[in-house]
């Protein structure tokens, strides 16, 4: 997993580990950072970011969830992009393997896992962090892992209804955290 100024996505993509590794394909510093997916299975919660996002289809068909916005949901196919602004909540589930790409801020900053109970809709748990001083990819498997073990957690207050645990089987953040720290100890931050 190399960055650089330029990179061929389909070799950046074979970096990829599983779905929604998010992984970082420029220099360490560039703002905005280019980050890149290839997703099999849907994301296990909502995103909310403190920074606007961008996603680009690469190749593939993906459904974007938007709750509470005009858009509620919409489909990207390859070439067409989606802007996600600062707050709002998204998940991504891929209709078919895809590629993505997403543009980040960097430094990072606060955002939090969420996941709403399929019966109501009601916020069932959320976790936030803060991406400026851990790795996202740490962090979100840290959230799901806590979703996953307490019950408690996956209950919704509202209507009573227990989630599901979320599938991890091809999440990969754990290892995907541990080969960026050593890309970045290998790779001092460059001045631009």
Not at 68 to 80: N, W
Request: contains cysteine; hydrophobic residues 40%.
């Amino acid at each position: 997993m190399e960055r650089r100024k330029a990179t061929n996505i389909f070799a950046a993509v074979s970096g990829c580990l599983g779905s929604h590794d998010d992984l970082p394909i420029m220099p360490a510093g560039s703002d905005p950072m280019t980050c890149v997916s290839r997703n099999r299975v849907p994301q296990p919660f909502f995103l909310i970011s403190v920074h606007d996002q961008v996603l680009v289809m690469f190749a593939g068909t993906s459904r974007i969830e938007l709750p509470g916005s005009d858009l509620g949901h919409t489909e990207l196919k390859p070439g067409q992009m989606l802007y996600i602004p600062a707050g709002q909540p998204s998940r991504i589930v891929p209709l078919t393997e895809s590629i993505q790409l997403k543009w980040r801020g960097e430094p990072g900053g606060w955002e939090a896992a969420v996941w709403y109970c399929a019966r109501c809709n009601h916020e069932v748990f959320a976790k936030e962090f803060n991406t400026a001083v851990q790795l996202p990819q740490e962090a979100y498997w840290q959230a799901c892992r806590e979703f996953n073990a307490d019950a408690k957690a996956r209950t919704c207050s509202n209507c009573g209804a227990v989630s599901d645990a979320v599938d991890l089987s091809d999440i990969r953040w754990a290892e995907v955290a541990r080969e960026i720290c050593k890309q970045e100890a290998a790779d001092p931050v460059s001045e631009s």
